[in-house]
């Protein structure tokens, strides 16, 4: 037989709970959730009245980060200890394809074109150019991309703000571009079309504090890595031309998308035919 459940009692030893003092719990918590209701319309009011300060869209961004409060790294998988194995694939990505390399590339070529016509000679010194700031350019994010991938740890994100946005006037817009967003460990790649934002992200590793800017879209809690060695040096997982997200052991999976490998080889055959018209022209008017 199932036995009968005891009543609540209250300290005073009568046995039951006056259902009087229940309802004027109730009310009392209905008048404070209804006070602070009106404290946040206020506010709503006050910024209102100011908008004509600032466009809508910016009225909207200073509303949401007011109620939202700071943003937060989301649960991730855990990241195997430092140091870790960099898969191979990852370090092929070191060619990875760039948009931004490409169409400078050809603005590089076709812009002198005048010059080169007149004057020959220089044109080992336009290719020399290119070469060496793409070395410069893509060694330089490399190592920073392998140095976290090898000693990178997750870290927290205390705060986001907003920095810029594209105009059409002034910054950065894109139009039908392939943009990444990360949330958690996972990132997205759209095709986008408006505005360039600038956010500057505040995050800590072991109690040593950091800053990183991001450019694309607005951060959605990307995970953050920072060097366990290092922590100034952090990079949002989106700013991978890759996934990093770890499997269940933590450690990196090292799987490329077959529009990246096809990149790759793309990169590296313009890359070669590159040096292959540096070495030609070197000997065709310098000798």
Not at 3 to 25: F, K, N, Q, R, Y
Not at 146 to 169: D, M, P
Not at 263 to 287: C, K, N, P
Request: net charge positive.
């Amino acid at each position: 037989m199932i036995g009968a459940v005891a009543p609540a009692t209250s300290g005073g030893g009568s046995g039951m709970t006056d259902p009087a003092d229940l309802d004027a719990e109730r009310i009392a918590e209905l008048q404070r959730q209804l006070a602070e209701a009106t404290e946040q319309v206020a506010r709503v009011h006050a910024e209102l009245a100011g908008a004509g300060r600032g466009s809508g869209a910016q009225l909207v961004d200073r509303l949401a980060a007011r109620f939202a409060g700071p943003p937060r790294t989301p649960d991730v998988a855990p990241l195997a200890p430092p140091p870790r194995s960099v898969p191979i694939a990852f370090r092929l990505a070191v060619f990875s394809w760039s948009w931004w390399e490409q169409f400078g590339l050809v603005i590089g070529f076709t812009g002198p074109i005048a010059l080169w016509g007149f004057f020959p000679w220089t044109i080992p010194l336009g290719l020399i150019a290119a070469l060496v700031t793409i070395v410069v350019l893509r060694g330089r994010r490399s190592w920073v991309r392998l140095r976290l991938l090898k000693w990178g740890q997750v870290a927290s994100v205390t705060g986001a703000q907003e920095l810029s946005q594209g105009t059409y006037y002034s910054g950065v817009t894109y139009s039908n571009m392939i943009v990444p967003q990360a949330r958690g460990w996972d990132v997205t790649r759209d095709f986008y079309s408006g505005p360039a934002t600038t956010t500057q992200i505040s995050y800590s590793l072991a109690g040593v504090p950091g800053t990183l800017r991001l450019r694309g879209l607005p951060y959605d809690d990307g995970v953050v890595l920072a060097d366990s060695r290092k922590p100034s040096v952090a990079l949002c997982v989106s700013s991978f031309p890759y996934a990093v997200k770890p499997d269940a052991g933590g450690e990196l999976v090292g799987r490329l998308r077959a529009r990246a490998w096809l990149g790759i080889v793309l990169t590296m055959l313009i890359e070669a035919g590159l040096v292959v018209a540096t070495v030609a022209s070197i000997d065709a008017f310098w000798r």
